[in-house]
């Protein structure tokens, strides 16, 4: 059975670098601890975006006032709730996945 993780693609081996950066069009409310909860408005950095499906979920984090001194938290959300605003790294070099 194919792994989730085989479809990712990332910036790096580790999908620690952000690919872009997107800004939501909507609020987000998730139901589950593993996606975040995204603003209308809020900046979101992209770090891993699954291929094939219609990429229906990516993994980033927000930042901002609504964490605090926190630091961001990393999880899901769908990839419609968001605009792609800036890529930091060009399409073509996704040559790899994460594992």
Not at 18 to 29: F, S
Not at 35 to 47: A, D, E, P, T
Not at 89 to 95: C, I, L, R, T, V
Request: proline share 5%.
């Amino acid at each position: 059975m194919p792994k989730l993780s085989d479809k990712k693609l990332c910036a790096d081996s580790e999908c620690s670098h952000p690919i872009l950066i997107a800004k939501a069009l909507q609020d987000y409310y998730p139901q589950d601890c593993r996606f975040i909860h995204i603003h209308k408005g809020q900046s979101v950095y992209v770090y891993a975006m699954l291929k094939d499906r219609g990429n229906l979920f990516w993994a980033g984090s927000v930042q901002g006032s609504y964490y605090g001194d926190q630091e961001a938290r990393l999880g899901y959300f769908p990839s419609s709730v968001v605009e792609e605003t800036h890529a930091l790294m060009p399409a073509e070099k996704w040559d790899f996945y994460c594992y």
